[in-house]
């Protein structure tokens, strides 16, 4: 699934002659991945940390902190921490795949069944049945 | 002929933000759909990606700052305890035709006054406030992705076809956000 | 978890109504937009005018829709004359919040009981209620020219830029409406 | 202003070659100008109905028949009114231009200045300078 960057593995001027007078230069696609699964797993987070939260206390309590007082409850530690995961997995899979070809097919799957997951987490007839 | 601050509040977040969010998104969707081969000339190419990576980021700065205001700052206005006296938790709800000083909106639905609207905190709120942070992370995901190839993803039918499904839930997300919120601001709004 | 029959039509009036008009016009001003000489191929203009068209037709409708059922449906409850009891016209309005089954929306903002609300109506709902019907006469008027000249926008710049000023013009005259819409909502709400 | 129906007086095909294999017939100006005509005047009765109401109190009873008892009032008349002006003017200029090309910038801003006059007449502190 990861392979070392190949510029010409794409004929990208082939397919859209168009393209060719823009001179663009090819792209590695693994910072294209990074965000593909980083997404997935943000989103995967929102609805674990939603369920988690009916389900744990202490997790509960532990999501609550992040209010810093303002009143807005577990909310504000199950968004900060997704919002985290996103951003903190976008960069390490950056840097990990910033010069590396990594299959987008694969990543894109592996982001929407995150994706999907991390919905139903957050549908409340879902993370009910926990109560 | 004034809001309040708090009426200030929900109509940036919904009204303003929202209406800017749905105009990129479709503006956006618009320049995205044509990005396959044999469509534009190159100079069309250059128009048109100027216009898309305007679009896709103003699409995702809406949405970040549609949930940070919605959360941090209308929020807790909603859910806040105002109506428990002693043992009653809607004491202050007696008789309540809307929320009120003595009942938030949180508090107006759950103690079904004003017929059964209970549902509509625990399965709209409650949807609502947790998956609208899906559509800020999924729409920075495609600008990022539009960003970063540009012109070819026109050579590329399969990745631009990807995009567009981030592209198109970060959306639907935003839609059972916005949808949800419209409604409960008509059944309980904030005061 | 259910909307009243008030509720249901000023959903559809307001929230459906306006989404799907702020769709369409995006994404209808996005494709008119690149209709200049050189942007696109023969097989482009195909593919873009298609959906040109139904944005266009689809941006009139539903303005049409909102006007009929904003004036027909929902503003009759707006304006109807609740409150009076003998000489005094605002009666019912006495220690009102919000409007109610004794005082509408529109005695509401008129009696001043929550403060100066009596320029919500006498400018913003006066204005919106004259003012939105401009905007189905022009979203019709242009999507005639873009149906009826088609691809040709493309080679007559002046043209294409009259079309863009209707297209244009009609979404500002809905968006007086539909803010001012949604700010007498929240002030004084159709109960 | 207006002329018989030219079908060579615009080089489309020379300005935009990417037409040409459209092979689009040309057609008349005479239908545009009606429909940029008829909208502007359309919003202009819009303001004038909206105006002539405040002045006088018999417009105002005959633009209140429209609203067939539904509580409309004279909205029900002026949007009617305005509407009907609309598609009038529009099938009359049309009927008329059908075959005719008409200079359109002149068409275009009739039409916009009747549309600005119209707004202006549903603007309320112009209006309510006749109450």
Known sequence: ?131 | MEFSSRETWTVIHGLVLGTLFLLAFAGGLAGLWSMRPGLMTTEGIKERMGRLYIGAWVMAAAAWAAVITGTWIVYPWYRVKLAPVGEDAYAGCVDAILPNAACSPRDFLKSNVSGETEMWHIFGMEWKEHVSWAAPILATAAAFLIAYYGPRLIARPWLRAAVIVMFVAAFAAALVGGAFGAFLNKIAPIV
Chains 1, 4 share one sequence.
Not at chain 1, 55 to 76: C, P, R, T, Y
Not at chain 1, 78 to 99: G, H, M, N, Q
């Open chain 1, 1 to 131: 699934m990861i392979t070392d960057f190949d510029p010409g593995r794409h004929d990208d001027e082939g397919v859209a002659p168009e393209l060719a007078p823009l001179d663009l230069a090819d792209k590695p696609d693994g910072p294209a991945a990074a965000v593909m699964i980083a997404s997935g797993l943000g989103v995967f987070t929102l609805g674990l940390m939603t369920t988690l939260a009916v389900i744990n206390g202490s997790v509960k309590s532990f999501l609550e902190w992040f209010q810093f007082d303002q009143g807005v409850g577990a909310l504000a530690g199950k968004s900060t921490v997704a919002v985290l995961v996103f951003f903190v997995a976008w960069l390490v899979l950056y840097l990990i795949w910033r010069e590396k070809d990594v299959v987008l097919k694969t990543s894109f799957y592996i982001g929407l069944g995150l994706g999907i997951l991390g919905v139903i987490g957050t549908f409340p007839p879902f993370f009910e049945w926990f109560e």
